[in-house]
């Protein structure tokens, strides 16, 4: 049972990645999906949310309007559209599962992050 993340990379600024994050031996019917990231010397950050069964989402204010979260029912897969990245957004990403909102400790299990790095 596992979370298995994608799609990390180096962009310039102005860019786009989109994030995956796979689940491995479960289904995510029952758990909200939630990305975080956390740059170096910093605390982890909380980005967005979606409950799996309802689509209900949650967004930190700071990448409204630039990241979209979303999840693919038929693969099985949560994502995390980002775009017009910025330098200060360079950061690794995690996605983690649990009962959903803003707090990193609703989430219990978590995938082993994911390099974004923006840099002209």
């Known amino acids: 049972v596992q979370l298995v993340e994608s799609g990390g990379g180096s962009v310039q600024p102005g860019g786009s990645l989109t994030l995956s994050c796979a689940a491995s031996g479960f289904s995510f019917d029952h758990y909200a999906i939630g990305w975080f990231r956390q740059a170096p010397g910093k605390a982890r950050e909380f980005l967005a949310a979606?409950?799996?069964?309802?689509?209900?989402?949650w967004y930190e204010d700071s990448v409204k309007g630039r990241f979209t979260i979303s999840r693919d029912i038929a693969k099985n897969t949560g994502r995390l559209q980002m775009n017009n990245l910025k330098p200060e957004d360079t950061a690794v990403y995690y996605c983690?599962?649990?009962?959903?909102?803003?707090?990193?400790?609703?989430?219990?299990?978590w995938g082993q992050g994911t390099q974004v790095t923006v840099s002209s």
């Open positions: 979606v409950r799996w069964s309802t689509g209900i989402t």
């Open positions: 983690a599962i649990g009962p959903g909102g803003y707090s990193e400790y609703n989430y219990g299990r």
